[in-house]
């Protein structure tokens, strides 16, 4: 395990950090705004933003009740420093509800709970 070795100031509120396994990328969960961001190491520099968005399992026909997900736990594919899962969590009840899997910005599976 490396020491972090630079800090830049950033236009959110991190509260979940992971480093790639090839220490390219650092994955942040920002609590404020609601998003998982990436920033390239060393420099730090904005990568990638990913807003989870609404909820996609409640019905159409049910009102949603202003429920937006914002990122929990990351976990980085160690062959693929792009291809990433979130956990998240919901803003009316701050429970896990469930884990999506990304390549970069494009979601390319879901499991709920």
């Not at 961001?37 to 202003?66: H, N, Q």
Request: proline residues 12%.
């Amino acid at each position: 395990m490396r020491p972090v070795a630079f800090s830049a100031p950033v236009s959110f509120v991190p509260w979940q950090m992971t480093v790639s396994p090839d220490g390219t990328y650092l994955y942040v969960a920002s609590i404020l705004p609601r998003k998982l961001v990436r920033l390239k190491l060393p420099d730090m520099a904005l990568d990638l933003e990913v807003d989870l968005g609404k909820p996609t399992w409640i019905p159409s026909f049910l009102p949603d009740y202003d429920v937006t997900m914002f990122p929990g736990s990351v976990a980085v594919d160690p062959t693929n420093s792009k291809r990433f899962a979130v956990s998240m969590l919901s803003s009316t009840y701050p429970i896990n509800q469930g884990l999506r899997i990304y390549q970069d910005a494009t979601p390319v599976a879901e499991v709920r709970w």
